[in-house]
């Protein structure tokens, strides 16, 4: 007979037992809600752990291997686009997980701090990265991907101790001089915030004489996003994210423009065919704006608008620039029509219920990727919405360990290695392909 559920009672399945459950959370009352799901989520993470150490990896779908894939490419019922992802499929699905070694030009400084953000530039040669320092704010760094192509997997890491006193909210690369040459970051110190940019060249200069200065800096209130923007029509700007705001600023003129909204813009992304910002909200609200147009008071200026539930924390707009994707505090992540204004694909699994979590697409390998809050990685197909996989965090699930991810087919450049990067407490692993 199954336990009934008793208010104020566990039901101890090992011990065939109820057990009081004491009010609180601290050490001092053992058996709480909390301490009684920590231990089943812990349990979880360690037989998953201990299945991906095994490789003995099942498909997702049923049939799907790669001599049936052959065949069907060779009979021409595949065309190459759906050999080209079918594959992918495969491929994450046997992805193993190794430790990268981190070698610093100062020892003194590496691997030390926890990561919090990784973001990779355009062609996936280098990532920048944001790590937690102990005394309060972050340290910046890029690392370079070129060792990772080798039998020994080690990455080259340049630190800039000049800037340790931000908290950092949100990061993107910025092409200024010339692709990803600089780099966007919103921060919070204590109120009111900054916003920077920095040339990507200041992390591996090797002269101190030789290091450029920021080409802009500026105080804020709080910031939650920034985006650049790769359009010809405004090109130099960058948007940043406020409360109850969006600020777009031309870095070389200067000129700045304002549009006022009802609520925190967590996060923005520029369509690149034409000069329109997305912008999605704590409202739950996304829109997007013409920054060709004036600034106005109002929600005039307001083109496209789409709803969901709860806070969305993360927009990712396809290529074609009809689609976007949208993931929310309450875990759901859907891929939004724009022309229509409907949700046309829903991708279950994700878990959020408070935390701001990106949301990462790989058209190419037709993948969506995203980090939960309960510290788990998932893999889905963006055309179908399938879920292919799920890989366990190599630590327990906690606030300050949640991953940070990049994934690509050309980890390292135009000749790198396909795979995912995870960034977890101060460890960074790759998850390559067999």
């Given at each position: ?6 208010p ?13 459950l004491?009010p ?147 990061v ?24 920077s ?109 789409l ?15 009809h ?88 980890l ?11 960034a977890?407490k ?5 998850f390559?392909?067999?």
């Amino acid at each position: 007979i199954a336990p009934q559920e008793l208010p104020g009672f566990y039901y101890d399945s090992e011990k065939n037992r109820y057990f009081r459950l004491l009010p609180g959370h601290n050490n001092y009352n053992p058996l709480t809600k909390e301490s009684i799901q920590f231990k089943a989520m812990e349990c979880k993470r360690l037989r998953l752990l201990e299945e991906e150490g095994k490789q003995n990896k099942k498909t997702t779908r049923a049939g799907l291997n790669s001599s049936m894939l052959l065949k069907k490419r060779q009979l021409g019922l595949l065309s190459s686009t759906s050999y080209c992802r079918l594959v992918h499929e495969l491929k994450v699905n046997c992805m193993q997980r190794k430790k990268i070694e981190i070698h610093s030009p100062d020892s003194s400084v590496g691997g030390t701090d926890n990561f919090k953000i990784i973001v990779a530039d355009v062609s996936c040669e280098r990532i920048f990265t944001v790590n937690d320092v102990e005394h309060g704010g972050c340290k910046y760094g890029i690392i370079n991907l070129s060792g990772l192509g080798k039998e020994a997997l080690a990455v080259e890491m340049y630190d800039n101790l000049y800037f340790t006193n931000r908290k950092v909210n949100s990061v993107c690369w910025a092409s200024l001089t010339h692709p990803d040459s600089h780099l966007c970051l919103m921060g919070i110190a204590e109120t009111p915030g900054c916003a920077s940019l920095l040339p990507a060249s200041l992390f591996s200069s090797t002269n101190p004489g030789d290091r450029p200065g920021m080409l802009c800096s500026f105080k804020i209130s709080t910031a939650w996003s920034c985006a650049w923007c790769l359009n010809p029509q405004a090109d130099n700007c960058f948007s940043t994210g406020l409360a109850r705001r969006v600020l777009v600023t031309n870095v070389v003129t200067g000129h700045r423009q304002t549009f006022g909204t009802s609520s925190d813009v967590l996060a923005q992304q520029f369509a690149t065919q034409t000069p329109v910002l997305y912008n999605s909200c704590r409202s739950g609200e996304i829109f997007s704006v013409d920054v060709r147009q004036r600034s106005r008071k109002g929600q005039s200026w307001k083109a496209a608008r789409l709803f969901h539930d709860s806070a969305v924390t993360s927009i990712r707009l396809l290529q074609d620039q009809h689609s976007l994707v949208a993931a929310d505090m309450a875990g759901e992540i859907k891929l939004w029509d724009l022309r229509t204004a409907k949700c046309v694909k829903q991708y279950k699994g994700h878990h959020n219920e408070y935390a701001v979590l990106p949301v990462h697409v790989n058209e190419e390998e037709g993948l969506l990727i995203a980090v939960g809050q309960d510290c788990y990685t998932r893999i889905w197909s963006l055309q179908d919405a399938h879920l292919l996989r799920t890989i366990p965090s190599p630590y327990p699930s906690s606030k300050d360990a949640i991953p940070s991810v990049v994934f690509s087919s050309r980890l390292g450049g135009s000749r790198g290695v396909p795979g995912l990067l995870m960034a977890v407490k101060q460890d960074l692993y790759h998850f390559s392909y067999n």
